[in-house]
């Protein structure tokens, strides 16, 4: 008896092996490389783990032992009671407009790659409860809507096979942005949609596997091979200064414990900045000190090039 896998027969044909770029075939307990038996990928708990060992800084092992990643599978119970209780010190103003904006552009029975979809998104609604949506989470670490486990340096589906990308609070954790995006590029029908919100001005979270961050023309040539329909602060500087707040406040202490409670005390002493933010996100100094970026842009076969690229500056002069 096969194990049950929660995507549909349409996607399962379109998986292809991080290794070699071959054919996956399902059989009872994974999948295997069509061209080379011994190449297999397991199924854990309805996930298929298409994991190149030899690729990624994660293995298939990690996945088997149900091993921590990047998010703890079992967080503390002082971190999420402090959490729940917390105020938020950041602001996502437009992630809700924008995603309903996609679900607009998107054709019925779109299929939606969520680059590190282990759990929704902010403002994701529009696309998760959209019936003839077909979204798939695809993340390193197991969640409520991890559908297949992959490393988005090498998607393991065939080129052309999504509608839209979607890639939130994920290109600063990856060690290559610049080759996750063209594996997006790779994996997007001709014209389809790619929508990415990237840090700026954040510090690092997500402990050893946090990167990188983009200006705002640094994102924008990151997404260089891309039309783009919008590109934007996201979270302006009233969330950057709540978030230095609170990073000044937690150096004090390395004491794990004593920490959530100074987190805890710097959110409480800092939340109401974040509302600045509802004032200052389109005005030149945002672009110049936000503290995220979005990208709104479709698959194109032109490249902007980086003479026009720098006319697109729009911070203070």
């Not at 998010?71 to 938020?88: A, D, M, T, V």
């Not at 390193?140 to 090498?154: C, L, M, P, Y």
């Not at 406040?249 to 600045?276: D, E, P």
């Amino acid at each position: 008896m096969r194990l049950e896998v929660h995507i549909s027969n349409e996607i399962k044909e379109k998986l292809i092996c991080p290794e070699t770029n071959g054919k996956l075939l399902e059989e009872v307990s994974g999948f295997y490389n069509a061209d080379n038996r011994s190449i297999f990928y397991p199924i854990v708990d309805g996930i298929p783990i298409i994991i190149s060992n030899n690729k990624s800084i994660f293995s298939i092992e990690d996945f088997q032992k149900k091993l921590d990643t990047t998010w703890k599978l079992k967080p503390n119970k002082l971190y999420n009671f402090i959490k729940k209780f917390s105020p938020s010190i950041g602001l996502n103003i437009k992630a809700k407009k924008n995603y309903q904006k996609i679900s607009t552009i998107l054709p019925k029975n779109a299929k939606i790659l969520v680059v590190g979809g282990s759990i929704p998104g902010e403002g994701m609604e529009a696309l998760y409860n959209n019936p003839s949506f077909e979204t798939i989470g695809m993340d390193v670490s197991f969640g409520s809507h991890t559908k297949i486990i992959a490393d988005g340096h090498n998607i393991p589906f065939e080129d052309e096979t999504f509608d839209c990308v979607v890639v939130q609070a994920v290109l600063e954790h990856v060690l290559d942005p610049q080759c996750c995006v063209d594996e997006i590029f790779r994996v997007l029908k001709p014209s389809a949609i790619v929508y990415a919100e990237t840090p700026f001005m954040q510090q690092v979270h997500m402990k050893q596997y946090d990167f990188t961050r983009f200006t705002h023309l640094g994102h924008r040539r990151l997404f260089r091979n891309f039309e783009e329909i919008e590109h934007a602060p996201l979270m302006g500087p009233g969330t950057v200064l709540a978030w230095s707040y609170t990073h000044f406040i937690k150096s004090f202490s390395s004491s794990r414990k004593i920490v959530f409670f100074l987190t805890a005390f710097a959110h409480l002493t800092s939340f109401f900045l974040k509302y600045f933010d509802y004032y200052l996100i389109d005005k030149p100094g945002s672009y110049d000190a936000a503290s995220a970026f979005y990208f709104l842009g479709k698959k194109t076969n032109k490249t902007l090039i980086d003479r026009e690229l720098i006319k697109g500056f729009k911070g203070m002069l």
